[in-house]
């Protein structure tokens, strides 16, 4: 089986909410756009054989999704676990708005680590258990492929696993790209290409 890993499409940016619950931004209008050539690419390449979509619980995701689910007929899987290292915080603000930031949290996400308030033990495991699901489902599958739609801290640590690197956010993943994992039959798994943005170039 294949998994295809997509980071969200472009979000909006959330102040901190009033009573401190979690921020859980849409798509921006650009971020619409890609969901869409997203979706495009899902219906014009059947060859793929897509036969699951799995989103995180996150708005971004989700929506990032929805044009593929549409377009293919399928029902997305919520899996929680696949959320980003910060759900739960009362802010967000996009990567594209943080650039040149001297804020310490970017500061460690720019130098491939994790930000000082990630429990990274906690983080590595729910990553693992999540992909660890999506791959025991499909065990017998073949050559279909699950399209996961998630985060770019998430995939970046779910490759981290599966290369062994050092360090948990090595790849700068651009919205809607595509990095792609094989799994045979035996579960052995082997990272074939990291962020793939033909489908999408025109709208970074």
Not at 153 to 169: H, S, V, W, Y
Not at 182 to 190: E, I, M, N
Request: aromatic share 6%.
């Amino acid at each position: 089986m294949q998994l295809i890993l997509a980071r969200h499409a472009e979000p909006v940016a959330a102040d901190p909410t009033p009573d401190g619950a979690p921020a859980d931004p849409e798509l921006s209008s650009r971020g619409r756009v890609q969901a869409s050539a997203l979706g495009w690419w899902a219906a014009n390449n059947t060859g793929e054989k897509i036969t699951e979509i799995v989103v995180s619980g996150m708005r971004r995701a989700q929506e990032t999704a929805a044009p593929a689910a549409d377009a293919l007929g399928l029902t997305p899987v919520v899996d929680e676990e696949l959320a980003e290292f910060d759900a739960g915080r009362s802010s967000y603000t996009p990567v594209h708005l943080r650039l040149g930031s001297d804020d310490p949290d970017w500061q460690r996400i720019q130098e491939g680590f994790l930000p000082e308030f990630v429990d990274v033990g906690a983080f590595t495991a729910r990553v693992r258990g999540a992909f660890d699901r999506i791959v025991a489902r499909h065990a017998d599958a073949g050559r279909e492929s699950v399209l996961v739609v998630c985060h770019a801290g998430t995939i970046n640590m779910f490759l981290a696993l599966e290369l062994a690197l050092g360090r948990p956010l090595t790849f700068p993943l651009d919205h809607v790209g595509l990095s792609r994992v094989l799994v045979s039959r035996s579960g052995r798994r082997k990272v074939r290409s990291v962020n793939e943005t033909g489908h999408v170039a025109e709208l970074l």
